[in-house]
């Protein structure tokens, strides 16, 4: 009985762990139990051009995930970067302004840390404003592997926007999930030699509630929620609904596969869930 009572306290701890600031190997055990899955990495593709990298750093004494990505060495820039948002990674600290080059992946696949040039400026995959807990923490969201050439304009604008709805409004007491991405329908338009992209996305999880203190494996799908936003690199204006879209639809965009071990209806895009 007592030895009963001592694995359910175990169990209690890891889902506990799982829905805070936590950190796992991100490859650990996508085939197997979800329990050690970090929930915002997607399957791991095999392709010759990427490069897969996670970024840890300490908070409170902890080690802990910064992000994971998928670097593509033939855009040389990130397909996605996977990151967790909690109130543990976000605090006082300015920006870093720390341009470097990712210590983890070899300097030629990289932008050189300055600006591209031609008015195309480096935007960040993973904000800046998401890691600013730490000095450590907010310097690894400029490396140049969490940038590509994006256009001032929508930098500034609908981008940030969405970044803001997503630090501001969807954040929650529970962990919201993220993942950032820059898409290539065509490598023609160039600066350089570096492809700019032609749209962007992020496709987002969470519990209902925000509040449950559960993990998102312990929950039914009922209790879960997540959207998709695909915004094309030309795109001006306000932020509004014609830019969601279901996590299924960005799948079939980019041939990722999001959220794998949760379970989670990708098929759903419920405006109304998300404030539209």
Known sequence: MKKGFFLFLQLVAVLILLNSC??????????????????????????SNYIYVTHNV???NREMRNFTMCFDKSTYAARWVAYPLHSC??????RSEAW????????????????YGG???????IPSADRTKTIDA??????????TPQDYDFNSGIWLDLESRVRNSYRCNDTLYVVTGAHWANTSNTVGKYPIPTH??????????????????ALPKEELKCIGFWISHSATGA???SYCKSVAEIEQLTGFTFFPKVDVDKTACNLSDWGY
Do not use: C
């Open 22 to 47: 936590e950190t796992y190997n991100p490859w650990d055990s996508q085939d197997t139990v979800p329990f050690k899955a970090l929930p915002e990495v997607p399957t791991k593709t095999l392709n």
């Open 58 to 60: 300490t908070l409170s």
């Open 89 to 94: 990674y976000i605090g006082a600290n300015d």
């Open 100 to 115: 470097a080059y990712d210590p983890n992946i070899t300097k030629t696949y990289q932008a050189p840390p300055r600006t």
């Open 119 to 125: 008015g195309w400026t480096r935007g960040h995959q």
């Open 138 to 147: 907010n310097k690894q969201t400029f490396y140049m592997s969490n940038m």
């Open 200 to 217: 962007y996305y992020k496709v987002l999880l969470r519990t209902r509630k925000g509040n449950t203190k559960k993990s998102v494996y």
């Open 239 to 241: 932020l509004n609904s």
